[in-house]
């Protein structure tokens, strides 16, 4: 029987254009990206591939010296058209026109016979090669994880609780073989449990509820109850010097599709999300797609904000931009590059706001779905220490005080307080609700890399 959880701290952001749950077709996409910004840490990539170059899926474009054992790899077959980059010749992206038939690299296929009679070793190394390997992240620090570490533990969370957040089992509907094959692989990658995290307050998808061989454990709260680290801190929190990993469901599928089939399958279903969109659905494309085939005459107006995942983690892109490598969404606002007098007095119910004093109207319509746009009301002041980061940390940690010792720079403070317990995303909550309009995340990963390479 699975442990239950009840979060009572957190803040559920209830934003217009939510999927509907149907897959629509859009016209095909033509060229796919690999962004080496994408992988946390990245210091020093090696590119494998020029400009003319023609790879398959599975084809090994890229990797960082500091880890080659890693390898990246082309998502789809076609012809390398442009090695982009940017000042002092940082490398942006990879860029791939497609063949209009995906061809595979030819990977060792796995029975099930195969998959209980291997090491550790192997598949580690089969995994590495192969590229399915950046799909295990690393906590402590939110990294692509050493192959030569031992986790105490691997973490999988089978539901996301951010804005407009996609359903997994939309996502991996009709993936169960893949998933579970995947897991038994984890299984032997760590000598601790593997953990699954699931919504307690909705029906488990049929991905989930088939799923054998890990400890399960539900939670129900606002936002960020679907977080991974906040599972972490309530089940196995990291100390210094301890790791765990943790794996999103698409890349647990993906592992599994790799030693089931032989390939390197970057296929994926991505929600198209926002109020600005006409036609918010699911979608079957691949990883590292350019977006501009879902909102090229599928926008309300033009004058919009697309970004790459959720609203308060992801990245924004061009139009014509490449969906992220760990992303499931596109999500798509109303630009915010206007100023409005005074505009946070004005009592509306159309803006919403976690302070009662500042948003008291949204209040009255608890279940109301709001169009919000990007502006931040207001520029960065004094640190007002209110207790409201407190109220939306479902985490036994005091963000107000990590977030002024990363500031402060004080190594000591920053361990005692529970920087190896926190990424981005655990705190960007905190960054929405801030009245001093500090870039919380930014702290965050200024902390982490303080400590990193300390």
């Known amino acids: 029987m699975s442990k239950l959880i009840k979060l009572k701290k957190g803040f559920d952001i209830k934003l217009a254009g939510k999927a509907k749950t149907e897959v629509k077709s859009f016209p095909s996409v033509k060229t796919f990206a690999i962004k080496p910004t994408d992988f946390v840490g990245m210091q020093r990539p090696k590119v494998l591939v020029k400009e003319g170059d023609t790879v398959k899926a599975g084809t090994p474009i890229l990797y960082d010296k500091k880890m080659e054992k890693v390898q990246i790899v082309a998502p789809i077959s076609g012809e390398v058209v442009e090695v982009k980059r940017g000042e002092k010749r940082k490398l942006l992206e990879i860029k791939i026109l497609a063949d209009e038939e995906n061809t595979f690299v030819q990977f060792e296929k796995y029975s099930e016979a195969d998959l209980q009679a291997a090491s550790k070793e192997k598949l580690v190394d089969h995994m590495a090669q192969a590229g399915v390997w950046p799909q295990i992240i690393q906590r402590p620090f939110g990294i692509v994880a050493n192959p030569d570490d031992n986790p105490k533990s691997i973490f999988i969370t089978g539901f996301d609780t951010h804005p407009l957040a996609p359903d997994y089992g939309m996502l991996l509907k009709g993936q169960e073989q893949y998933f579970q094959a995947g897991i038994e692989i984890l299984k032997k990658l760590t000598t601790g449990k593997v953990h699954l995290g699931l919504d307690g307050s909705k029906e488990t998808p049929v991905v989930f509820a088939q799923t054998k061989g890990v400890e399960i454990t539900k939670y129900t709260g606002s936002h960020p109850a679907g977080n991974v680290g906040v599972h972490i801190h309530h089940h196995d929190p990291i100390n210094k010097g301890e790791m765990v990993w943790t794996v999103n469901p698409f890349g647990v599928a993906q592992i599994g599709k790799l030693f089931l089939n032989g390939v390197y399958d970057a296929s994926k279903v991505i929600a198209i999300t926002g109020s600005e969109v006409k ?101 960065e002041r004094a640190f007002v220490q209110t207790g409201v980061f407190e109220s939306v940390t479902p985490m036994d940690i005091f963000p107000v005080y990590l977030l002024k010792a990363i500031m402060a720079e004080d190594y000591d403070d920053m361990e005692e307080l529970g920087i190896y317990e926190v990424i981005e995303e655990d705190l960007a909550l905190c960054e929405f609700v801030d009245v001093s309009k500090h870039p919380v995340q930014e702290l965050v990963r200024k902390g982490i890399e303080l400590i990193q390479y300390s």
């Not at 977006?291 to 919009?304: R, T």
């Not at 159309?350 to 779905?369: I, R, T």
Request: proline letters at 3%; charged letters at 25%.
């Open 279 to 379: 036609d918010a659905v699911y979608t079957a494309t691949y990883l590292g797609a350019c977006v501009d085939s879902f909102v090229k005459g599928n926008l309300k107006n033009e004058h919009v904000r697309v970004v790459s995942g959720n609203v308060l983690t992801g990245e924004k892109i061009n139009r014509d931009g490449y969906i992220g490598y760990y992303d499931h969404q596109i999500s798509v606002i109303p630009e915010g590059d206007y100023y409005e007098f005074l505009g946070w007095m004005k009592p509306t119910a159309e803006k919403l706001s976690y302070h009662k004093a500042l948003g008291l109207l949204s209040f009255l319509f608890p279940n109301k779905e709001y169009v919000l746009d990007s502006n931040t009301r207001g520029e």
